[in-house]
């Protein structure tokens, strides 16, 4: 099998993985991989990523020219010309729109914290590029500030966008945010999450050598107060920014920061348990029937 025929065979797989989990729905999403060093394999515009066939795929230049294929490039596909020309590395692109994750976007809700050492190690922190209407140049422009430190992140009100050196390596990170979206909502809805302290942080950016991961930007020295930059002034588009407290000694610190709702809160004497057998219960239940007629 030739270096295209695999990788068209990759994007139909990678496509039909992101409809079956329910990534993408319909028509939307759109993949993406180089082909060589002056073209790109992409999919084509209306067409459903899970039920795609080799032949559908579209041949294009660097300035977006079909070059091949009879369909149309993705409507989005500005989007993924802009990561090609600020990352020379990234070697694929895949854009869908995961339920939890695509929640967060809409909420404004950066996936940020210091909550899972995995995330941390492979993608850092995943922010939020602005909203920008789909299919129009605001889009690379809002992807474009930050895509030269992250290799995953969420669009407001729209979706993720993952890349890689690989066109599965570039979807795995797609599941990888999704996956740490779903542990973050649970997390909140019982209570809020503990994170990993800051000392933590450093020595998991530290391990990425040791594991064999090449990260686009390093994490930020200190995590800033809200509306402020990074410390030393840096700009947040050129260092992963990762919501991590002082630990003093502790590698997990409670985040007081999310309001813990009703069901979380502490037992009181108010709360104590009553225990009542079954007998009992039907009991009060018929009595209450009785005061109900």
Known sequence: MSTESSLRAGI???????????????????????LGHDRLLMTPRSVCKGFMSPD????????????QGDREPSSE???????????PDVQA?????????????VAGIPLDRAVLAEVLTTLGSIPIAAYATPSTEELPAAVGKY?????GMLLANHGALTVGSDLFGAYYKMETIEHFARISLVARLLGGENLLAREEVTRLQQLRGAY?????????PDPPAPGELPSGGQDPATCQVVQAPAGDGLRLVPDGSVPRP????PRTDDDA?????????SALIEDAIRHLR
């Open 147 to 151: 895509i030269k430190a992250h290799d």
């Open 93 to 105: 692109v895949v854009h869908a729109h995961p339920p939890t994750a695509t929640g967060f976007a």
């Open 273 to 281: 348990e009553i225990r009542l057998t079954y007998r009992e219960l």
């Open 212 to 220: 064999g991961i090449t990260a686009p930007a390093p994490i930020c």
């Open 12 to 34: 139909v797989e990678v496509g039909r993985r992101m409809y079956a989990r329910g990534y993408t729905a319909s028509n939307d999403g759109n993949i993406s991989v180089r």
């Open 77 to 87: 596909m500005l989007m993924h010309l802009e990561v090609y020309r600020q990352r």
């Open 262 to 265: 009703p069901s979380a809160r």
């Open 56 to 67: 559908v795929m579209c041949v294009t230049d660097l300035q977006g020219t079909r070059l």
